[in-house]
């Protein structure tokens, strides 16, 4: 298929019907896929032949949803997960095991940080957290003869800090590991890591890519770079006792690495997406452009009402010309970063929840990312048990409101602003 601009991409790449086909991705609701001889079926749990036969490792739905985002990332594969949680931890583990140590950005989102710092650790897994913005002497210093991978963020949830992509993929490979990015935030329509030299991508679907706060899921992404061979990676080089001896670099070339995530993790663990909910994604893949840019647009007229007010004591939004990760911004998204704004509101927790429980067409919700304008004070909700200094040792003020910028129109969110401000004062 000729390489369309992603606009295109994201409507028309993946399901490519026949002549009398639907014109519509259909939803395969089916666990399994009728065939008639064994021996084919044999073949297929060999992976000695290609098709789907059961859907927690592949479905005609999801392939096509599958596809679709690779190609928006640039990548060679991707494999579809049941949440970007389940997408992370995979990613990680399909390369990391109990022994080996891996090195995680700190400016992450908190369920991956809990993930990595807890479950990965009581698994054998040694992790060194780095503030993505030390000296590569510092980053250096990092890494062990037993380090898998490095992690980190595009646009980290909530900090909002910009990634140095290609630093972190030059370092990561001078150490002949590879670089996995989250991309959740600036989704493949402002960013693509794989560009600038990361070799795997994950996202929570959950967030803009759904769109509209529908359904929870997960992908991963292969960009299909990477050489296994340069590094230490027998699970990707060395036979595979439970697939008869295949060598996953041998049998799936540059697509080892995503070959393995679904055959042997998804095929273990089972964190599988449903027919439904890929379906669901794909009519938000197909908009993704269109609202991406309206968040954006949005988000930086919020950002500047907000900066402008002398009610407000800070505004946390890398677009903003002043900001610290400006310089980054032009290099790795141009075009816009994302619809997340943090700010402060002078007065402290009370001014904030008046704040908050003021706004009308906002609404109190722990998610963002959606079509609808959402808002979270985490000093009174998810950080709640927290006292003032544990919440500056997390990097939140007790006057931080993360706003999620939707694509309503900006007059109707502005205007919400202002009488919310009006009425935390009283
Ligand atoms: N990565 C980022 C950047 C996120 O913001 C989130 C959720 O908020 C996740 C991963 C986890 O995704 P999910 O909630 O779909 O499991």
């Known amino acids: 298929m000729k390489k369309y601009r992603l606009e295109t991409r994201c409507i028309q790449s993946g399901y490519q019907p026949q002549e009398g086909q639907p014109r519509v991705l259909p939803i395969y609701q089916s666990t399994t ?12 749990f060999d992976l000695q032949a290609e098709g ?74 040694e992790i060194t957290f780095v503030d993505p913005n030390a000296s590569d002497d510092v980053l250096q210093a990092a890494f ?61 679907t959950t967030k803009y890519m759904d769109g509209h706060a529908t359904s929870v899921g997960g992908v991963i992404v292969d960009s299909g770079r990477f050489d296994w061979s340069q590094g230490h990676y027998p699970e990707l080089t060395e036979p595979d006792a439970s697939y008869h001896g295949i060598v996953y670099t041998q049998q799936f070339g540059s697509a080892a690495y995503i070959a393995k995530a679904r055959t042997h993790l998804m095929r273990d663990l089972g964190a599988v997406a449903s027919p439904f ?22 988000a930086e007229k919020v950002a500047a009402f907000l900066e402008q007010d002398h009610r407000i004591s800070w505004v946390n939004y890398p677009a903003l010309k002043q900001n610290r990760y400006h310089g980054l911004v032009q290099k ?32 109190i ?48 969110i502005l205007d919400d602003l202002r009488q919310a401000l009006e009425a935390s004062q009283s």
Request: net charge negative.
């Open 144 to 204: 062990q003869p037993n380090t898998r991978l490095v992690f980190a963020e595009s646009l980290a949830n909530p900090t909002l800090v910009v990634l140095d992509i290609e630093r972190f993929a030059r370092l990561a490979h001078a150490n002949h590991v590879p670089l996995i990015v989250d991309n959740t935030f600036p989704t493949p329509v402002n960013c693509q890591p794989i560009a600038f030299g990361a070799d795997i991508v994950v996202h929570s």
């Open 33 to 44: 896929f009728k065939y008639d001889s064994a021996e084919k079926v044999g073949a297929l």
């Open 332 to 363: 790795y998204m141009p075009d816009g970063t994302c619809g997340v704004i943090s700010f402060g509101l002078k007065g402290g927790r009370d001014t904030a929840v008046r704040f908050m429980e003021a706004l009308k067409l906002a609404a």
């Open 52 to 125: 789907d036969f059961y859907t927690r490792l592949g479905n005609p739905t999801m392939s096509a949803v599958e596809q679709k985002i690779a190609e928006l990332e640039g990548g060679a594969g991707a494999l579809l997960t049941s949440s970007g949680q389940a997408a992370s931890f995979y990613a990680v583990f399909n390369i990391c095991q109990a022994g080996d140590h891996m090195i995680s950005s700190s400016s992450i989102y908190g369920g991956t940080y809990n993930l990595f710092q807890k479950t990965l650790r009581e698994m054998g897994v």
């Open 277 to 298: 909910n890929a379906f669901l994604l794909n009519l938000g893949l197909e908009t993704l452009f269109l609202r991406v840019e309206r968040h954006c647009r949005n």
């Open 365 to 412: 919700v722990i998610h963002v990312a959606d079509a609808r304008t959402s808002v979270l004070h985490p000093a009174s909700t998810t950080h709640r048990q927290m006292n003032d200094a544990e919440l500056a040792a997390a990097g939140i003020s007790p006057d931080l409101i993360r706003f999620s910028v939707g694509i309503e129109h900006i007059d109707d």
